[in-house]
């Protein structure tokens, strides 16, 4: 009996305690700073280095480029940059490696989906990912 008695006292105590839901779909949930979401990419800062797809563990980085046409300008044109989020574990090894900051973490990370298809995401999608781009970059 006293324990039933204990468990009522507890339950009538977290009634009147505030409530720590949050109403997400409704309110956007604010991620901090350092949080690791989806990759922003910028085509026109890549220079086709390869060092993303190489350190990513996973492997979920296809890059592709090609030799650029333009005379006066040196090295390699992108081509392909896409990325597999099933895959994709949001480590931040690609940006941390990538010399001309190329790709940046958002704070987006709203990945839901009915189908996995729509997990491959192309150089186009990425560089549209640019709402909430980290304000500190080292």
């Known amino acids: 009996m006293l324990g039933l008695a204990k468990g009522l006292a507890y339950t009538?105590?977290?009634?009147?305690?505030?409530?720590?839901?949050?109403?997400?779909?409704?309110?956007?949930?604010?991620?901090?700073?350092?949080?690791r979401g989806?990759?922003?990419?910028?085509?026109?800062?890549?220079?086709?280095?390869?060092?993303?797809?190489?350190?990513?563990?996973?492997?979920?980085?296809?890059?592709?480029?090609?030799?650029?046409?333009?005379?006066?300008?040196?090295?390699?044109?992108?081509?392909?940059?896409?990325?597999?989020?099933?895959l994709c574990i949001l480590c931040d090894l690609c940006t941390e490696v990538c010399p001309t900051e190329a790709i940046v973490m958002t704070n987006n990370f709203e990945l839901a989906t009915y189908s996995r298809d729509d997990l491959f995401k192309d150089m186009k999608w990425l560089h549209d990912n640019n709402t909430n781009v980290r304000k500190e970059q080292h």
Do not use: W
């Open 12 to 35: 009538l105590k977290t009634l009147t305690a505030k409530k720590v839901t949050h109403a997400y779909p409704d309110e956007p949930y604010i991620m901090p700073d350092r949080f």
């Open 38 to 86: 989806i990759q922003h990419f910028d085509p026109e800062k890549c220079i086709v280095c390869n060092q993303c797809a190489r350190i990513c563990p996973t492997q979920c980085i296809d890059l592709t480029g090609k030799k650029s046409e333009d005379p006066n300008k040196k090295g390699r044109v992108i081509n392909t940059y896409d990325i597999n989020f099933e």
